[in-house]
């Protein structure tokens, strides 16, 4: 069955469908899940939400564009919507840190690593940086969505870019022995 | 700008293709949403009316264990929450997943700490656990006091999580043991108060607490207090506590699961003396668990030994060691159950397996300490406790789960729940005599009759004695009409129909039987005998019935079938007696005479009904209802009765 008809059972609330849609989607969402959670007790919190989303809007689909990118902004959307109501994204800093040094030289992180200090972020940072850096979405697009400033956007992901570095920085040099 | 760059791509590249596989139980819960949701669309109101019903059932139960609980405990509720926990300390969030800042305590000062961030509350509202804490460690007496008065209305539980537990033993010098019970997972609490040692107990176990929770998301705090005070009794709950004579030790715990639900709390002690035996308790409020505390006391006891069981449940006995304690027993109870928060079934199966666990403890201990019947009461008490949260929680998952099947739920509910209903009903009925006579005249009483088919309407209302025994009555109205057939009449001035009064402003029909025709009065009289017109006499009667009937339910189910017998009082409301001519002439002739104002029936009858909504059933009941004393005199043998074949909705609540 072709994604195209698997989508369209979907949307005619067939749970046979619905799984079969959920186990081709699952991995890549619930990666989307871990890096914008704090945890991952939290991704899976919204991995299942997420999924009810996008079952539930799925009529909304309209076939144009791929689902893959459509499912993946509604989980973003999910999560995005989840920390809004929880108030992170009220807090404002406008002040924009000098740009820092975030060069960083090793290659051989590990993903978990890499992965836990993303959770770790702050969650506007969190935020920020994944839907910039790793999600490529543009200040603008980002401010629309978090309901902030440009200029917030920008002093919040370069806070985060240098948190990251200083976490990436310690390991290397204390923990890590591994080759530079 | 180029640096950014370096970080920004390592995590694009690295996330680039990055896939993570979610755990089963995602999409296990999304399905289950899911296919609640197809539910609901095919029929939603029986899932939401369902969803109500058990909720009432679930709210009820919850009632029912808290007051049993609250029966349980002395009257006294050992009560902690999570959110007043909350409020007061921050760790309470973290405890689950940062074990190791609460166990930096050291010594003494850590149960209090402990406990503080655990949620738990210590300490008598006589603030004695204050005293102990002091004492011991040195904790905070501040901060432990303000938790527990808002949660605690006079009880207090204390919980703590701690992997191992630690022991006082007596005059607090000595022993201390410290097993390492259970399973990281678990919790462990223990307390322990000897006499001797006001401020001993303890220290050690600081270290023991934590350790904890990592397991399962659901249980994310879980806490253990021991506090020990000799006679004051401080830790745990402080109502409980309480003998004086005793030492006694007393721990509580709460523990509190992210999510809620209903959780049990044991507390225990062990006392030397009879009279602390009765403590427990536990209530809980939001999270659960159960915890137990022993405390050994007088005299030599020494070890106690505190288990905790994996997830939040812990139970501790205490027992004397051996040969020392002669006065002294220790008892264990166990208390537990702890639900997760993740709805995990697993939870559960932690929760059976904690009851066991305790249990088994439990016979243990009571064999190691000959305790007086008390010791045996509180067990079972305790195992009493358990299972009626165990029945919770089932009801609980399986509401959340979505399992059960809802109509039947309803269904039950409203068997068990509607005492009362109420009926609008219609009926046909069928009037009819088993024998031939006639109520106007015995000269009638060979004459063809012919029943007329008429309606009865009214309201019935029924109260559910039991489940199967339900007594009715309502108000009825019946209109009862039948001809006699055969008959001549003719209009007079002298004569009159017997025990027909006329209307006074007309002539007198005289209604007879054909062929009876008096010769003699036609000479004498007014009229021709062309004036006499054959027809046939009509007799109607409106009665207000006020049935009193009693049903017996042969089946119970959505369908279900009644067996009904009673009486009716039936109240003459309407009375007419008429003509008509075989030529259509119709007239009236006037009231019969011989109509009690009051007469009564005998009413046996089968009921059936289907439950075709929640609240609401279709009847459908064939009565026969025989009249009786229905006529002053003359009845003539008529003999009637009437079959009604009642229909209608009735209404549960």
């Known amino acids: ?180 | 700008m180029s640096d950014k760059k370096n970080i920004d791509r390592l995590f694009q590249e690295k996330f680039k293709d990055f896939e993570a596989s979610p755990p089963e139980f995602v999409w296990e819960n999304i399905r289950e949403v899911l296919e609640d949701k197809k539910k609901k669309r095919v029929i939603p109101l029986w899932f939401r009316l369902g969803g109500v019903a058990a909720v009432i059932v679930i709210g009820l139960l919850l009632g029912n264990f808290y007051l049993n609980g609250w029966n349980g405990a002395n009257q006294d509720p050992a009560v902690t929450t999570a959110p007043g926990a909350t409020q007061g300390q921050q760790p309470l969030k973290v405890l689950p997943t940062d074990v190791d800042a609460h166990n930096n305590n050291t010594k003494g000062t850590n149960n209090t700490e402990s406990v503080n961030s655990a949620v738990v509350v210590n300490g008598d509202g006589k603030g004695k656990a204050a005293t102990n804490n002091g004492g011991a460690t040195g904790a905070e007496p501040g901060s432990h006091q303000k938790v527990l008065q808002p949660s605690s209305t006079g009880a207090n539980n204390a919980v703590v999580h701690s992997p191992k537990n630690t022991y006082n033993t007596e005059k607090g010098k000595k022993g201390v043991k410290q097993n390492s019970l259970l399973p990281p997972d678990n919790n462990a609490v223990v307390n322990t108060t000897t006499k001797n040692n006001k401020g001993v107990t303890q220290p050690d176990n600081a270290a023991a607490n934590n350790a904890l929770v990592n397991n399962s998301k659901g249980n994310r705090g879980n806490n253990t207090n021991t506090s020990a005070s000799p006679n004051t009794g401080i830790a745990g709950n402080g109502s409980f506590v309480i003998s004086k004579d005793n030492t006694n030790v007393k721990g509580s715990n709460a523990i509190t699961n992210r999510n809620m639900q209903p959780a049990n709390a044991v507390a225990n002690n062990g006392n030397s003396a009879s009279k602390n035996n009765s403590n427990k308790n536990g209530a809980v409020t939001t999270g659960v668990n159960g915890v137990a505390d022993t405390g050994p006391q007088n005299g030599g006891n020494k070890a106690n030994k505190s288990n905790s069981l994996t997830g939040s449940a812990v139970a501790n006995t205490t027992t004397s060691s051996a040969g020392k304690n002669t006065g002294n027993t220790g008892k264990a109870q166990g208390g537990n159950v702890v639900p997760n928060g993740s709805n995990d079934t697993s939870a559960n199966a932690l929760a059976v397996q904690e009851n066991k666990s305790a249990d088994v403890k439990a016979p243990v201990i009571d064999t190691t300490t000959p305790i007086t019947d008390k010791a045996i009461a509180e067990t079972a008490i305790d195992t009493a406790a358990v299972a009626p949260e165990n029945a919770l929680e089932k009801l609980l998952r399986e509401q959340q789960e979505g399992k059960k099947d809802e109509k039947d739920k309803a269904v039950a509910d409203n068997s068990n729940k509607s005492k009362w209903n109420v009926k609008p009903q219609v009926a046909p009925v069928f009037y009819n005599s088993l024998s031939n006579g006639s109520p106007i005249d015995d000269q009638f009483a060979s004459n063809a009759k012919s029943y007329g088919n008429d309606l009865s309407m009214g309201v019935g209302v029924n109260y559910a004695v039991t489940s199967k025994i339900s007594i009715r009555s309502g108000v009825n109205t019946v209109n009862l009409n039948y001809a006699t057939k055969g008959v001549e009449f003719y209009a007079s001035l002298n004569n009159q129909t017997n025990n027909v009064a006329a209307k006074s402003a007309n002539a007198n029909i005289v209604v007879q039987d054909q062929g009876t025709t008096n010769n003699l009065e036609v000479f004498f009289a007014d009229r021709l005998p062309t004036d006499t017109f054959n027809g046939s006499m009509i007799q109607k009667t409106g009665y207000v019935e006020v049935p009193v009937e009693m049903s017996y339910a042969l089946l119970d189910k959505k369908f279900g079938i009644d067996i009904i017998g009673g009486v009716s009082t039936l109240f003459l409301s309407q009375n007419n007696v008429s003509v008509v001519s075989t030529q259509g002439y119709s007239t009236n002739v006037g009231k019969a005479q011989n109509l009690n104002n009051i007469h009564f029936s005998t009413n046996v009858g089968v009921g059936f009904k289907y439950r075709f909504f929640k609240s609401f059933e279709a009847n459908f009941e064939p009565m026969f209802k025989y009249q009786v004393n229905t006529f002053s005199r003359d009845a003539g043998n008529f003999k009637p009765y009437f079959i009604g074949l009642y229909s209608g909705i009735s209404f549960s609540f």
């Open chain 1, 1 to 180: 069955m072709g994604l195209e008809q698997l989508i369209k059972e979907c949307q005619q609330n067939s749970i046979k469908a619905q799984e079969q849609l959920y186990r081709l989607f699952a991995p890549k969402l619930f990666a989307v899940c871990l890096k914008y959670s704090r945890n991952r007790a939290d991704a899976e919190d919204n991995m299942q939400d997420g999924f009810l989303l996008i079952f539930n809007k799925i009529g909304q689909y309209r076939f144009q564009g791929s689902f893959e990118g459509w499912a993946k902004r509604v989980m973003v959307n999910n999560v995005l919507q989840k920390y809004r109501t929880e108030g992170i994204f009220e807090i404002v800093t406008e002040n924009l840190p000098e740009e820092a040094d975030v060069e960083i030289e090793a290659d051989d992180i590990s993903m978990e690593y890499l992965m836990a200090i993303i959770q770790q972020l702050p969650d506007r940072y969190r935020m920020v940086f994944n839907l910039y850096a790793i999600d490529g979405y543009s200040h603008k697009e980002i401010a629309e969505m978090l309901g902030i400033t440009e200029g917030t956007s920008k002093s919040n992901l370069a806070r985060a870019r240098i948190i990251l570095k200083e976490k990436i920085d310690t390991r290397q040099g204390n923990t890590i022995p591994t080759a530079k």
